[in-house]
């Protein structure tokens, strides 16, 4: 098969594909990189206020998903009860 083997291609292939699948990826990839290597200098200075700023953007990140997730399930849950209420509607006449 040549000097790769199915897996190496494989894994390049996924690399490539993470990198290049949507423009902007890697300068969102690189921003957070950035951000992360700012919080750990930071944190090397002064532990205490970095854990505090930490715990404060953790609970703002995890509500963000959770308030969508729900807001999805809600406005499925009405359009399923639209349609059960179409075929009654339906079903009457």
């Known amino acids: 098969m040549g000097a790769f083997g199915i897996w190496q291609w494989i894994v390049i292939l996924l690399i490539v ?4 699948a949507r423009p902007g990826k890697i ?8 951000k992360g290597m700012r919080n750990f200098k930071s944190g090397l200075k ?5 854990e505090e700023d930490d715990a404060e953007e953790v609970e703002v990140i995890e509500a963000a998903p959770a308030k969508k997730r729900a807001a999805k399930k809600k406005k499925a ?17």
């Open 46 to 50: 002064d532990d205490k206020a970095v």
């Open 27 to 34: 300068s969102g990839i690189m921003g957070d990189f950035g």
């Open 17 to 20: 594909l993470i990198l290049f």
């Open 77 to 93: 849950v009405k359009k399923k009860a639209a349609k059960k209420a179409a075929r009654k509607t339906k079903a009457k006449s």
